[in-house]
């Protein structure tokens, strides 16, 4: 099983929307983790970091991290055409140190 | 978060030749990793750079073929040796500090003829 695993995609929605991007892990010793946008020709950059159970909201962005189901996820409320990006996860920490990332979600917003 | 840069930014290269990619940061970091990435796919880490060690590298990726240096807490060196067509890629700089947040640098975009 692969450490970090994202729904694959493509995802696709209207401008206005609601985007939903949801990334699962393996190691259970996992402290933290984080979420990278990667523009078309672009090198990643960081969006969102959590650490603990719960919601945190930065603007249009929540990420969620479900530690006991070994979720999490991130919402991109009213997407704009300009979140069309690939969005990948990433974990570190926990029993095997690694800075492991998922294989990215492309979206596409749509005006 | 810190600057980092990378040269050269791309370029196209003959193939049995070696380049060598610098990537310069603007503070001094704790760890630095040095990741490919192909059109289309994920980030594949190729090996982290241990000041004043030898480098740390992922199963598939050896010593021969990328030789690392990183002399300094801001500067690393990846060299890809002996190119083929099939080393074509993105090679991307990364940092951190203390295993959290990750930056990376622009890229260097390489194709072997």
């Known amino acids: 099983q692969k450490e970090v695993e994202q729904n694959s995609g493509p995802l696709s929605v209207p401008e206005g929307a609601i985007a939903s991007l949801n990334c699962t892990y393996s190691?259970?010793?996992?402290?933290?983790f984080f979420w990278y946008r990667q523009y078309s020709g672009k090198s990643p950059e960081l969006i969102m970091s959590?650490?603990?159970?719960g919601d945190k909201e930065d603007g249009r962005f929540t990420a969620q991290l479900n530690k006991a189901s070994q979720y999490v996820s991130l919402l991109i409320r009213d997407s704009q055409p300009s979140d069309s990006a690939t969005y990948l996860c990433?974990?570190?920490?926990?029993?095997?140190?690694?800075?492991?990332f998922g294989k990215g979600t492309l979206l596409t917003v749509n005006p | 978060s810190a600057v980092i840069s990378q040269k050269p930014s791309r370029d196209i290269c003959q193939r049995g030749t070696s380049l060598t990619i610098q990537c310069q940061v603007d503070?001094?970091?704790?760890?630095m990793f040095w990741y490919r990435q192909q059109p289309g796919q994920s980030l594949t880490l190729i090996a982290t750079?241990?000041?004043?060690?030898?480098?740390?590298?992922e199963s598939g990726f050896v010593i021969d073929k990328f030789p690392i240096s990183r002399p300094n807490l801001t500067f690393s060196t990846l060299t890809v040796s002996n190119m083929s067509p099939e080393d074509s890629s993105i090679y991307l700089c990364?940092?951190?500090?203390?295993?959290?947040?990750?930056?990376f640098g622009p890229g260097t975009r390489l194709t072997v003829l």
């Open positions: 190691d259970r010793g996992s402290q933290s």
């Open positions: 750079a241990n000041q004043g060690s030898e480098a740390t590298y």
């Open positions: 990433k974990n570190s920490g926990g029993s095997n140190y690694k800075l492991t």
């Open positions: 503070s001094q970091v704790t760890m």
């Open positions: 990364s940092v951190s500090q203390g295993g959290n947040e990750q930056f």
């Open positions: 959590i650490y603990s159970n």
